[in-house]
């Protein structure tokens, strides 16, 4: 009886290795050269080699080889080989494609640029992404090719992309973790193209006519629909609508995002994998009925193939569904899924199995390997993979379930199981936990599959006409529902709950254990007898232990100097009870701490006045100095183990203490403080993060 995974051949561990080959290219201290390149190249062509060698295609063993090797573990390991060297070729070649300049320093004067993008931050506040960029007094080689400004609170409305625009702002380079090994923003920023962020406080001018070139035009047709949407579905919920729709989020409230968060409904917000697979389904199933019906109508046309007519349609509305959500990553990758799946409708081969997953794992590895670091990228397949291995058990037992209960056990099973597989990867990313999401999913996700997902492509068709109202209004009663349930499943005593950040290897290595135990199970044997199942669970459990071992650092330094958070009995707590609150914020949900700044800000640890605040670790004393005077202070108490942590430019000191002012801390980004051992043991972002182009 073979393997699980092996029913689908080798296949399935493409993506796999190529994920191998990709995170190597990121583990790296710095960015891989020439060299380092070259290697890929050559194990690139080894591994071809061992695949394909003649001398032992056909034969038992390894000719020619002094150690007794099979011709088929030698065509297994260059298998590997190929795809983990490509994995590291391709996103060479896409960091050598993405590479454009980011700014270094503090700017604040005139900002002139193309509107590409407009979206709201965590704070409410619009955004605007330009390109075309320009700034007083720059040479225009390193101007960065886009920059995102933030808009002034009140602003309700922003210019339409395509649109040229002014105004005076701050603009900076994005912004590194916020401890060692936390999320590096500069990273996803820079392979986005965005070299800087900032905000102004100013009116935004037009500074000329807009850009009216197919793409742009094609835009506004997106934005007028989604304004439609919003004034005839009005509130939240129709703001929800043309988010889904037209991708289109600026108007989206983040209280309502937060709702959506906590009740974990997020993913039905945004434009992803499940809302262009029902789109799909919908699609291909009227199709199909409708080509059947014409079929036994007529008797005419029979010879057709209708799955493949139904299967073509679907993929038109697919692509068409990219263009009116604005194309973005996610979408991109949704699309190229449900495209491979469809596809293999068209090639005569199963719409839903573990080849064609992997297969749109390979495509989007290739076309954008950094989309392995996402979470996105990461649930999608989880949850999809998941549910193709539970496809064939239900076949064979859901038989027995009554025919009227099937679909509502199958929608409870599929929801559970893609809730079991995207948990862990949604704790080690957000540090929280939606207890009751698979009832969210429940009440929520059937009521997205008949209405709001039909209706909005069906409103769409219709407005040119005027008869899009309708469809409009079903489409307002679902998006309308989901608010309503996420509300309510939000509010529940314990719906949330925090839990610590896994160390780095945790969920790597958690993800092994699962390949190992989904991929290499024999489906004859119960899984306490398959060593390669056993395997796979004791990393799986491995992982789980690492992560609730390992301690969150002692002491945390923001990069700005701004913040100290000294780990008690209690807690994290704050040296003030100001300054970095995203930082601050992102520490306390790393912590698993529901507390806020305030309440963490109070907690016992540190004493003196506000601008030289002390606190004791172990055998360290350590002073945060603040605002002016903090040089002063500085050198009249620097000592013996003592640490000096200041948002300040203090410059040497005499004395025998370790300083980390602003100036340090600008080169080594945040800093954690572990006592291991009966020893301090210091990392700095600068460390962890290496020499790559987006860490300088």
Known sequence: MPAIGERAGLMP???????????????????????????????????????????????????????????????????????????????????????????????YGPVEGRVIAVDRSGRDRIRLTLDRVRLARMDPAKIPRRVRLSLPDGVRHAPAPGAHVMTTGHLGPPPGPTEPGGFDFRRSAWF????????????????????????????????????????????????VAAALMTGDRSHIAEATNQVMRDS????????????????????????????????????????????????????????MYLWLSGGGVATERAFLMVAVMLGAILADRRALSLRTVSLAAVVIL??????????????????????????????????????????????????????LATTPIAAAHFSRMAHYGILANLLVVPVTGILIMPMGPVAALLSPVGLEGPALWLMGLGTRWMLAVGGWIAGLDGAVSYVVMPPAGAL???????????????????????????????????????????PRPDLLISRDGDAVGLMTQAGRA????????????????????????????????WTGPVKARQARLGGLEILHLTGKGSAEAASRLCGPEMVIVSNQEIGPLSGDCLLLDRRHLRQSGAMSVTLRDGAWHWRSTATVTGNRPWSH
């Open 13 to 107: 561990w493409a993506p796999v290795w190529m994920s191998v080959g990709i995170g190597l290219w990121f583990l790296m201290p710095q960015q891989p050269g020439p060299a380092a390149n070259l290697l890929a190249l050559a194990a690139l062509c080894g591994g071809l080699c061992l695949w394909w060698h003649p001398s032992w295609q056909g034969a038992g063993r390894l000719r020619g080889v002094g150690i007794g090797i099979s011709a088929e573990g030698a065509r297994l390991a260059g298998f590997a080989l190929i795809f983990l060297a490509a994995g590291f070729a391709v996103t060479s070649l896409r960091a050598a494609r993405v590479e454009a300049p980011v700014l270094g320093f503090r700017y």
């Open 192 to 239: 986005a193209g965005l070299g800087a962020i900032g905000y102004t406080r100013n009116p935004v001018l037009l500074a000329g006519p807009p850009d009216t070139g197919r793409g742009f035009a094609m835009h506004r047709l997106r934005m007028e629909l989604s304004a439609t949407m919003q004034q005839r579905i009005g509130g939240q919920a129709g703001a």
């Open 264 to 319: 974990n409904l997020y993913h039905i917000i945004s434009i992803s994998g499940l809302h262009m697979g029902m789109l799909a389904a919908f699609v291909y199933a009227a199709l199909r009925l409708c080509c059947v019906a014409v079929q036994a109508a007529t008797g005419r046309l029979r010879d057709w193939p209708a799955h493949k007519l139904a299967a073509c349609g679907a993929i038109a509305a697919a692509l």
């Open 366 to 419: 290739t076309l954008a390997p950094e989309a392995l670091l996402t979470p996105g990228f990461q649930m999608s397949f989880a949850a999809t993979v998941a549910l193709i291995l539970i496809y064939a058990p239900w076949q064979r037992w859901g038989r027995a379930v009554p025919l009227l209960l099937r679909p509502a056990l199958m929608l409870i099973l599929s929801s559970a199981i893609a809730g």
């Open 508 to 550: 790597p290595m958690m993800g092994l254990g699962a390949l190992l135990a989904l991929l290499c199970g024999r489906a004859d044997l119960p899984f306490w007898r398959n060593p390669r199942v056993g395997t796979g669970g004791l990393l799986i459990a491995a992982a789980a232990l690492l992560w609730i071992a390992t």
């Open 574 to 605: 704050l040296s003030k009870p100001k300054g970095g609150a995203f930082t601050v914020g992102e520490w306390l949900e790393k912590d698993g701490d529901r507390a806020d700044r305030a309440e963490a800000a109070e907690r016992a640890g």
